[in-house]
Structure formats: C-alpha cells, structure tokens
C-alpha cells in the first residue's frame, strides 16, 4: 500500500464514479481500477461494491475513509515540511555561546533569524566553552561560538574562526586611574580587581607571568564572575578594574561609560573565537544562516576595535616607570 493508492480511493470516494476519478488522478479508467483492486488486496477487505458502472462504497471503506486522509495529508504535509526546512523555514536549532559573546549579540541574532524564518524553534545555551564543548558531544547543540582550541583535540569537530581575541584591563569613565599612563600591577591592585570570563589554565599562566603574579590567579582577584552583565554592573558602579576582552566590553566602551586603562604590560593573551560545530554534519539551512549573523557580527566588531584603536592594536609601549629605591 502506498499514499498514490490512497489518493486514488480517495478521488473515488468524493466523485462517486470511475470516470471522474480518473480523470482528477490523470489515470486511464482501467489503471485505477487496476490500483483500487491492488489495495484491496492489501487491506484484504472489498472497498466497493460495482453496480451499474458505479462504484459504491462498502461498510469497510466508510470505516477507513478518514484514516486514508490523514495518512494522505500527513504524507503531504511531511513533504511540505522538508521542503521549508530545505529553504530555512522551518526546522529548530541549538546553539550556544559564552556570556561575553551572548551581552550584545544572542537577542539580536534570535530576533534576526527569526524574523527570516518564523518557524523555527530555536534553543540557546549560555555558558563557558567546556561546557558548551561538553553539550556539543552529546549532540545537545547544533553548534556553539567559543574558543576554536576546544575542537582540537576532537577529530569529530571543526572550526571556523571568526575573530581573534584583544584584552585589557577596564575601569568606569572617571576611574582615579584613568588617562594615566604606564599602570603596573601594584597600582591596580589598590582597588578591587574582578575576574571576569571563561579562561583556561593557559591564559590564567600567562596572565600571571606578565605581572609576577603567583598561582592560584584566582586569589588576587575580589569577585570572580562569567556574568558579562555583573563585570559591567560592577565597573561601571564602583571604583573595580577588570581584564576583559575587547568584545565583552565594546557595548560598554561605545556608550563611553567604561575605559581602557593603559596598563604596562599589555595583556598579551591568545584566544580566537569562532564556530564550533560536527564536523561533516548535514545540517538545515538555518544553522548556514545563523553562520551568515556570526560571519557578519565578528567582522563588524573587528572594524569598530580597529576604528577605537581599542586594546591589542599595534602602538608604541609607554615605557616603565622607575620605582624609587626604598631605604
């Protein structure tokens, strides 16, 4: 039995008669017969009874009448659905990203690809790049966007990077050290410094190195958060400084409430954001459009840093200030 024999015994059932079913189904009069012999047979009950060179219908097909339209427009309506999926319409998607990334693109990317394709369902996940990894193999999300080295060491993923990470240490517009030049470490550590963001064992090493700042990092910091939203609550009401990435304060650093401070060394870290996804992986053409939103998000965030010569831009080190002889 196949869904073209129940839209034949359908045609049959509406126009009463051979004929006109036919001509609807653009079969000639003996191959349809042909077809609603066939099923038939495969139900194993008689459909019709033939009288008169019309076909009447039994107790067995009033009884499967409505069950033969379902499967027919659940059939149709399969079809439909794949092909919308086909075009982005329809189909859902998870995704992730890290709170940084999410403070200023999640609700617009979710209200973009949602005005282009009304019917998708759409489930997004907030957090640091282990757990998202962790959520990607076990084939909870689609894709996440997060620091490409977490698919290194899997041979399952792949990895667009999209944007190449620049860091500094931020403070409120009006901080007391803001516009001065050459800061070190002893003069941040005068306020209270907050640890904002994911960050691996390697940027934490690094990040101390370049300050002589022993190891667990953690404990020279007052707050430690990954909330972009909190970093920004806190900077931005009190006196506290935080390393950050140019892209977790941009929104911040647009409106002109918070500033880089020029702090000696620079915050020299390696972290390259991008797609993060199954390598291989057929996906709905949603998840392609959802990669257009990212694509052209990064490349904008990197034409507004290069505009504001914001942190990791090349200029000339201020040179280290001497700290008088103690005696």
């Known amino acids: ?33 042909r077809s609603l012999r066939a099923l038939e047979d495969e139900l194993r009950v008689p459909l019709f009874d033939r009288q008169e060179r019309r076909l009447r219908p039994t107790p067995y097909a009033l009884a499967y009448v409505q069950r033969a339209r379902r499967i027919v427009f659940d059939e149709r309506e399969g079809a ?16 992730g990203m890290g709170s940084s990334i999410a403070y200023t693109l999640l609700g617009p990317m979710v209200l973009q690809l949602l005005a282009a394709a ?4 759409l489930e997004t996940l907030v957090q640091s790049s282990d757990v998202l990894l962790a959520a990607l193999q076990r084939e909870q999300l689609d894709f996440f966007v997060g620091d490409v080295r977490t698919a290194e060491a899997d041979g399952k993923l792949s990895a667009e990077p999209l944007y190449r990470c620049t860091f500094g240490w931020f403070a409120r517009a009006g901080h007391p050290l803001a516009g001065r030049a050459g800061l070190v470490m002893d003069e941040l550590q005068r306020y209270p410094l907050i640890m904002s963001g994911y960050a691996d064992e390697s940027l934490l090493r690094r990040m101390a190195a370049l300050y002589g700042l022993s190891l667990p990092l953690q404990e020279h910091f007052s707050a430690s958060t990954n909330d972009v939203a909190t970093v920004l609550t806190l900077l931005g009401s009190s006196d506290a400084i935080a390393p950050s990435t ?7 650093l647009r409106a002109g409430t918070l500033q880089r401070l020029d702090v000696q060394p620079a915050l020299d870290l390696e972290l390259t954001l991008g797609i993060v996804r199954h390598a291989g992986r057929t996906q709905i053409p949603a998840v392609e459009q959802a990669f257009q939103v990212l694509r052209a998000h990064f490349a904008a965030v990197k034409a507004e840093v290069a505009a504001q010569r914001l942190p990791g831009l090349p200029r000339r080190p201020a040179p280290r200030r001497k700290r008088p002889a103690e005696g």
């Open 1 to 33: 039995m196949n869904t073209r024999q129940l839209r034949h015994f359908l045609a049959v059932m509406d126009l009463g008669s051979i004929a006109a079913a036919a001509e609807q189904v653009h079969l000639s009069q003996p191959a349809l017969s």
């Open 80 to 95: 439909r659905s794949l092909a919308l999926m086909r075009s982005g319409d329809l189909g859902s998607m998870a995704f």
């Open 118 to 121: 009304p019917g998708l369902r």
């Open 246 to 252: 140019d892209v977790a304060m941009i929104s911040a």
